[in-house]
């Protein structure tokens, strides 16, 4: 009997050894393998499902198509309002990135400062990121009217003609730039502030006693510190600077990009290929070609910021 027991005594106990190194190695899995399956069945499947149809004259009644081979793409890369939209949307691109990448950069730096109010102040760089796009977009109607716009006044105030905001091809870049800007500047101040508020005080210490002013503080301290975040911030704010859509589509009634496609967008015109024109093959097509754009510019942004944002001496 006691023999018994023991023998079932050192079976549960190598039982309990086998669970214990399988619960080690596969309960990783488990815990991250819901994201998976979510992005299997809502990511994954329909970037495949796209890459099918580009390839195809689909059909959206008979929920069928054709195959084609690369003959969407050889449209789209013929077609003119093709063009357009990249030339606006790397017009927008810069105008909104650059000055929202600087701006927040300097706002993060005054907030990491001992302020009066810090929390209110973090806060409140928060609240246009939170904007509906369709309350921003009629906030900034307002000021970029042709005719009535609070800018055009405060121009002719000082001697300067109106803006055509709605008719001319730069004009119009500005303005939903500056829609852009409004409401992301917020949102990269917080993610680059978090970083800077990690940097061991120590080091800033350190390069006073060395005779480093506030500049030289922020350039040989700061941004070589929040290297990693600022790579984050510019890849994250290259892919959505491409992506741009909300604000162009409600800077007028219309949403169609313009009269003469001042201000379309890619995404814009990927948006009214499919919807539109209910050609879903040659919108499949758009879709990743942008891919690629975002892909090429998202490296190549990569590979800039750490050749010229380093942490050893001006370079690795």
């Known amino acids: 009997m006691a023999s018994t027991e023991l023998t079932k005594s050192r079976a549960d ?4 050894q086998r669970l214990s190194r399988w619960d080690v190695k596969a309960s990783p899995y488990l815990y991250i393998a819901p994201f998976f399956v979510v992005f299997t069945i809502f990511g994954l499947f329909p970037i495949i499902y796209t890459a099918v149809i580009s390839l195809m004259d689909w059909d959206t009644i008979r929920n069928s198509g ?11 890369l013929n077609d003119r309002k093709f063009w357009v939209s990249l030339r606006n949307t790397f017009s927008i691109f810069i105008l909104s990135s650059i000055p929202q990448l600087i701006i927040a950069t300097f706002i993060a730096a005054m907030l990491d400062h001992h302020l009066k109010a810090r929390t209110f102040w973090r806060m409140g760089v928060l609240v246009p990121y939170v904007m509906m796009p ?13 005719s009535y716009g609070l800018i055009n006044h405060w121009l002719g105030l000082v001697g300067i003609d109106p803006v055509q905001w709605h008719k ?5 870049h500005v303005a939903i730039a500056s829609m852009v ?4 500047i917020g949102y990269n101040t917080l993610i680059l502030l978090a970083a800077m508020q990690a940097i061991p005080r120590e080091l800033y210490e350190a390069a006073a006693l060395d005779g480093a002013g506030k500049a030289r ?3 040989s301290v700061t941004l070589p510190q929040i290297r990693p975040t600022f790579i984050f911030v510019i890849i994250t704010s290259t892919i959505g600077g491409l992506q741009i859509f909300d604000e162009p589509r409600m800077f007028d009634s219309a949403g169609n990009g ?9 995404t814009m015109y990927m948006y009214n290929t499919g919807w539109g024109e209910l050609n879903f093959g040659r919108a499949s097509a758009i879709a990743w070609l ?5 892909l090429v510019f998202g490296l190549l942004n990569f590979y800039l910021t750490r050749k010229f944002i380093s942490s050893d001496k001006g370079g690795e």
């Open 13 to 16: 106990s190598v039982w309990r």
């Open 66 to 76: 054709e195959y084609i081979g690369l003959g969407n793409f050889e449209y789209v």
């Open 134 to 146: 369709v309350a921003v977009a009629l906030i900034f109607s307002q000021l970029y009217a042709d």
């Open 168 to 172: 001319d091809v730069i004009p119009s």
């Open 181 to 184: 800007n409004f409401r992301w």
């Open 217 to 219: 503080r922020f350039f």
């Open 258 to 266: 313009g009269a003469d496609q001042q201000w379309l967008t890619i």
């Open 290 to 294: 942008l891919f690629l754009i975002i």
